[in-house]
């Protein structure tokens, strides 16, 4: 039996011992009288303390000054104690959930909830910007209803997740989605969202370039068969037969050039990261100057606007392969007459290699696809001034394992210039 309903019952005992001699002397009335008033101070002591508590009640708080009197105080002590851990335990619940929704909002992949029917619980920043969603408004809707491309309502609804959905996003047509489904807590649904575009990129770029390779070799190689099968079958006077073999000679060295770009690539692709050995600019600019007269044959006029001393760190095999395939370009797509500068300039942000010529200028819509492998603007034209589609990819792969930048501007008509910008860490001497 606890002890506060002992002392109830001590203090009931107590009344009735004293009203039991008053009714049985004075009155038995007055002994009633006596008995009730006590029972009834007694229901006004708890009455008071249940009505505090009733109040409490409607609007718990963590009220260290919430006491009672007698054996209401142990009440409400541990009220208070059971207040205060369970308010403990849900702070520390939120900060729970907080934290997952702060690792999930961290995440790289897009993640969206879903309920039973398909409803949006939850969906981190990255695919609330992979698919167009927001959260504040969209909880509880249909995925459905808001990402609305027939494959992947399809998909959706089809309920075979084994493997992912590939989708290209409605709102940027050049980003592309792997969606995964993986059904969780029974109907409930989580989708991983992955931004391919880079890897999808990659993959069309790999099949452009074994397509590419093999048209490149195809050509000259049908050229050759074609006159092997002639000098073969056909006999043919002895200056007939010396044009065949300078044609074939000459695919032969179309392939030759075709390989050894392909080897130099792969070259700077595997090698180990350039050091920070010194390249003398001022011989090399030189060198680039006298292979351009070279190239030219005087059909152009060469110019060099250098104005530091400084030098470049780096390799001097890749930087000579790169400033050089920018001078050739240059002398091939610059008509005679016209002005070729090749111009070295450095400051405190670092220095700046540019060719700059006055040929035939390049549309700007081909300006960004100039680096792919084997892109020409006009085949024909590309294959006539001697180039084999890989000289601006050599150029990139070069500066890119620089920290250098390459920055195209062309007028279509007027001329073109090529800048490699080296940040001041590569430049020695500033």
Same mark, same amino acid.
Request: glycine share 8%; with cysteine.
């Given at each position: ?286 060198? %680039? ?6 190239? &030219?044959?005087? +059909? !152009? =006029?060469?110019?060099? *606007?250098?104005? #530091? ?80 589609? %890989? ?6 792969? &070069?500066?890119? +394992? !620089? =920290?250098?930048?390459? *920055?195209?501007? #062309? ?20």
């Amino acid at each position: 039996m606890s002890g506060p309903l002992i002392r109830a019952l001590l203090l009931a005992l107590l009344s009735t011992l004293v009203a039991l001699p008053v009714g049985h002397f004075v009155a038995p009335w007055a002994g009633w009288m006596l008995f009730s008033l006590g029972l009834g101070l007694q229901m006004a002591f708890h009455f008071r303390n249940f009505a505090r508590l009733e109040r409490w009640s409607r609007a718990p708080v963590v009220d260290s000054s919430l006491e009672g009197e007698g054996a209401w105080d142990g009440v409400f002590g541990r009220l208070y104690r059971h207040e205060k851990d369970l308010r403990s335990q849900i702070a520390r619940r939120d900060e729970e959930i907080a934290m997952l929704i702060a690792a999930g909002q961290a995440l790289t992949d897009g993640v969206v909830l879903l309920d039973p029917h398909r409803q949006i619980l939850f969906c981190n920043t990255t695919a609330e910007t992979q698919l167009g969603l927001a959260v504040r408004s969209d909880r509880g809707q249909p995925i459905v209803n808001l990402v609305r491309q027939p494959e992947f309502v399809a998909y959706l609804q089809g309920g075979d997740f084994t493997r992912p959905l590939t989708l290209r996003s409605e709102r940027n047509e050049d980003s592309v989605l792997s969606i995964y489904v993986i059904p969780y807590a029974g109907n409930r649904c989580l989708l991983q969202i992955k931004d391919v575009t880079q890897s999808d990129r990659l993959d069309r770029m790999r099949r452009d370039f074994v397509a590419n390779v093999s048209h490149e070799l195809r050509t000259p190689l049908t050229v050759l068969a074609g006159f092997l099968e002639t000098l073969q079958e056909i006999e043919v006077d002895r200056d007939e037969q010396q044009r065949y073999l300078a044609l074939m000679s000459e695919q032969s060295r179309r392939m030759e050039s075709i390989v050894q770009d392909l080897l130099t690539l792969s070259s700077i692709e595997s090698a180990a990261p350039p050091g920070s050995d010194s390249v003398d600019m001022a011989s090399l600019i030189d060198k %680039l100057r006298r292979d351009a007269e070279a190239l &030219s044959a005087g +059909r !152009h =006029q060469i110019v060099v *606007e250098a104005d #530091s001393k400084a030098d470049l760190r780096g390799s001097e095999p890749e930087l000579v392969s790169a400033f050089g395939n920018l001078v050739s370009n240059a002398v091939r797509y610059t008509p005679p007459g016209g002005t070729i500068r090749i111009i070295w300039h450095t400051g405190a942000q670092g220095g700046e290699f540019a060719v700059e010529d006055t040929g035939i200028g390049i549309d700007a819509k081909h300006i960004p696809r100039l680096t792919e492998r084997f892109y020409r603007i006009d085949r024909g034209r590309s294959r006539d001034a001697g180039g084999t589609g %890989l000289g601006l990819a050599i150029v990139k792969h &070069s500066l890119s +394992r !620089h =920290q250098a930048q390459l *920055e195209v501007t #062309s007028i279509l008509g007027q001329g073109s210039r090529f800048t490699a910008r080296f940040p001041a860490s590569r430049v020695a001497g500033l």
